[in-house]
């Protein structure tokens, strides 16, 4: 079945600094990948999608590049702000399910 | 641009009663869903509707009923509300499609049963 595996957190950053949150999966055919963000007692927001492989996805500074042979789709941002702070979700919906697949979400913190 | 709408928003029931929660999406969507989400455990499907007058059992359905009542409804029951059920509930919907998935949620619904 397909699965999506996140890098536990919480990841600590000073203000400022480089951001990798890696994300992996395993799903059949040629699925559609995602970051969700959910700010602090809100619901998730979709960050950003790519649909194809080499497709790069990107919103608001967050970079994910859909990498097919690493089936991979880190998420990155050059400078974080405080304002980043938030649980970052990754997730696929593959072409043949209905069913989405979620990570269990990592907690970003960034301080000043 | 509303998107997906759920409500309520907040809602605080006695162990044994019963409530709904309603969502509905304008985006013409086939596909709906209900997630909970508890600290520590992601995102957890409770129902999901491939597409209108059908519905599915999730990763977490005992407690629950749904019913997809048009294609742009899709409603969560708990009949009997249990502590343990107290959580927060998002609805979500999405159009399968080869190369066009986006899933969109609602703001999240949340429950303490108390």
């Known amino acids: 079945g397909n699965s999506v595996t996140q890098m536990e957190g919480p990841v600590t950053l000073s203000e400022e600094a480089f951001l990798t949150i890696n994300c992996t999966y395993t799903a059949t055919g040629y699925p559609s990948l995602f970051w969700y963000v959910q700010y602090p007692g809100e619901g998730l927001q979709l960050l950003l999608k790519a649909t194809k492989a080499d497709d790069k996805g990107s919103n608001k500074g967050f970079e994910a590049t859909y990498r097919k042979e690493t089936t991979s789709f880190h998420l990155e941002k050059g400078s974080v702000q405080v304002s980043d702070s938030a649980v970052y979700f990754c997730a696929l919906l593959s072409g043949g399910s209905y069913i989405p697949t979620f990570g269990r979400g990592t907690s970003l913190i960034v301080h000043p | 641009n509303a998107g997906v709408t759920q409500t309520p928003k907040f809602q605080v029931l006695k162990t044994g009663q019963s409530m709904t929660l309603q969502c509905a999406q304008d985006?013409?969507?086939?596909?709906m869903y209900w997630y909970r989400q508890d600290p520590g455990m992601g995102l957890r499907l409770i129902y999901y509707?491939?597409?209108?007058?059908?519905?599915d059992k999730g990763e977490v359905p005992n407690g629950y009923n749904v019913s997809r009542l048009n294609k742009r409804e899709f409603s969560l029951r708990l009949e009997s509300a249990a502590p343990s059920q107290t959580s927060v509930y998002f609805c979500?919907?999405?159009?399968?499609?080869?190369?066009?998935?986006?899933?969109?949620f609602g703001e999240g619904s949340w429950l303490t049963v108390v």
């Open positions: 509707s491939a597409s209108e007058g059908t519905t």
């Open positions: 985006m013409n969507h086939n596909s």
């Open positions: 979500a919907s999405s159009e399968k499609g080869l190369r066009v998935n986006t899933i969109y």
